[in-house]
């Protein structure tokens, strides 16, 4: 179970506040690096959150047992991608095509095994003050027994009960019309994620939460476990690293280039 996470920086392009920009590059990476998709892409602009720095565009493709998810931040001038798939997934493919088609700067790469032991996998140091995006992993260490209402009902009530701010209502689909093996499903939450993707014969799942903000974690633990009937394994990691440092620089480009008002006082 391939996860790749990748946090894009210094990516001024208006593109990221483009539907058509975004739609397109999901088409292109989808049909160049592996993955066999689901259902087309679906993309939700957020504008007027409560905060004005995570206005953006959100879009996601379910995968046959996974996902494929941007979420762009255009005033942050950064985005964020994750591919979770259960299969190969041409990373050097993704990547050159994220540089042309929604081009950045910089870059951090998280490619993991979801199967096997995450803590010698990844680091996970964390900073809240300067990290703004918490990013949960999860899988049952007990059979479950999930269907499809079980799971939309559990993605259409657990952003309220962790305190996140939910902006669509659940897509749960299976892999297949006739004989389905996976049943996935994704919630967009503000400028983030909630997905999930359960295999019937192996009764286990794999969930992740993708805040853009630092919670009580054993509230997301407990509350997950209660829902869904069973103990969770889970691996803590952050997104969204640095990404004050650019505001801080933003500001000062802003200051500089409005120096001249003060010739004229």
């Known amino acids: 179970m391939l996860h790749i996470m990748i946090d894009a920086y210094g990516s001024d392009s208006p593109k990221l506040d483009n ?43 379910l995968l046959k047992g996974g996902h494929f998810t941007i979420h762009t931040f255009p005033q942050r001038e950064c985005y964020f991608v994750d591919v979770l798939y259960d299969g190969f997934v041409n990373e050097k493919k993704l990547l050159e095509i994220l540089h042309t088609e929604l081009p950045f700067e910089h870059e951090i790469v998280h490619s993991v095994d979801r199967r096997f032991e995450l803590d010698d996998q990844i680091d996970a140091a964390i900073d809240e003050n300067r990290d703004f995006g918490p990013h949960y992993l999860m899988h049952n260490i007990e059979c479950a027994e999930l269907d499809m209402d079980k799971i939309y009902s559990f993605l259409d009530a657990v952003p309220v009960l962790i305190n996140m701010d939910p902006i669509t209502r659940p897509t749960v689909i299976t892999d297949s019309v006739a004989l389905p093996t996976i049943i ?23 969930l992740d939460i993708f805040s853009c903000s630092f919670i009580e974690c054993d509230n997301i633990i407990s509350t997950v476990e209660a829902m869904l009937g069973v103990k969770c394994d889970w691996h803590l990691i952050s997104r969204g690293s640095k990404h004050t440092e650019k505001l801080t620089e933003r500001d000062e480009y802003i200051s500089r280039f409005n120096a001249w008002q003060e010739n004229i006082r």
Do not use: C
């Open 184 to 206: 996935s499903g994704l919630t967009v939450i503000a400028q983030s994620h909630i997905a999930i993707h359960y295999y019937k014969d192996e009764k286990r799942f794999w």
């Open 19 to 61: 539907l058509k920009s975004v739609y397109d590059s999901i088409v292109k990476i989808t049909n160049f690096v592996g993955v066999k998709t689901i259902m087309p892409p679906s993309l939700v602009p957020y504008y007027y959150g409560s905060v004005n720095e995570d206005d953006g565009i959100s879009a996601f493709v």
